[in-house]
């Protein structure tokens, strides 16, 4: 949940208009430092020379001894540049002695823009570096979150001046999607399921899907994604990642290196500026209702058990998929109980905004939910969908895709 509101926050920050991508990235950059929790103390903005091949300091912040201007690094004398083109985002100890001079010992380095071809290898137009009280995998995830939201912008500012009406595309990739999303209500055992994704635009890069597992379908697999951004590019993503795990489920892997594989797929398939977030639960013939599930990013869905209306988060167990390869996903687990409900939502339902731009948010969906968890799963799905059209008053724009799968056991 905290990496989905650090996206959302950096990708907010990254819309305003800039007159250079040094201006943008140095306005996040700065915005990341001002922020405590983030417990970042300084950071540069790099700069591929192709002509001197070189990296130069274009921007500096923080609380650390200035560089001089116009340094720069030699690829030849720094062989982490040629590991950031291969892992993205690094943790490691500086080598240069001026910078180690100037307090610079540990750093972690992450790559944005294109990839360049220098001396026959290739590196990121732009490299950000940040230094930390802690060196650690959170600030590692920070990074890729950074770097992923960053390349898509300055990829974005590249690619406006070349957009071309696509309508004629669009519409065959909403009827190719349309075929592949499943029917809304679902019944399996003693379960009763109703899902609706409802696009922001045209199509939409929010998906879910009902897979069945095992030859005697004795197991029912519920996926609900959320694949970085809207549009065209998004709705491929889902539709790669519906199809795939609909395809390992044919496998019967369990849901850990499930959740692994879909990570490095993701992260290999896909551009460096895409990630999704998917939440993947299991559900069975068991007597006593387990359900198990991963959680890689995604909103946290919310359990509601019907005998005392207590409330529970299903929260996350990884990271989102993409950004940071050979991550590692927990399965925890819940148990249902007769009319006990469980919600799993994007966050296009808690982030709608009124026209304060106050959110959704959570609190008001939980209300929603107990005040119709006796209903069945459509009649909650719907109830929730008018509740939030009621509050969001901004135009579709400014909104996101809004999924809603609701799943109950019957009484």
Known sequence: ?????LYRTIDIIASKKFNTTKELISEVLNEVINDPE???????????STTDEAYKLIYQTGKLEKIEDGFSLKISENPSFSLIEKERTI???ETNEILKEKGILKYSASGLGDK???SGKYYYKYLLAVNSAEIDNNLLYILNILATVLTSKIRERKLEFRQK??????DKAKQLQRSILPDHEYEFHDYNIFGVTVPAQIISGDFFDYIKIGAGEERLGIVVGDAASKGLAAAAEAMYISGAMRMASTFQIKISPLMSRMNNLVNKIFSDDRFASLFYGEISDDEKGLCLYANAGHNWPIFISAKDKKLSYLKGTGPLLGPTPKSKYETHSINFNPGDVLVIYS?????????????????RLEQVILENMHHTPREIALQILDDVAKFSTLESQYQDDKTIVVIKKNE
């Open 91 to 93: 943790l490691t100890f």
């Open 165 to 170: 009406n696509l309508i004629s595309h669009i």
């Open 38 to 48: 983030n417990k970042i103390i300084g950071g540069r903005v790099w700069e591929l």
């Open 116 to 118: 360049i071809k220098v």
């Open 1 to 5: 949940m905290e990496q989905k509101r």
């Open 347 to 363: 966050d296009g339902i808690v982030e709608a905004a009124n026209q304060n731009y106050d959110f959704y948010e959570e609190k």
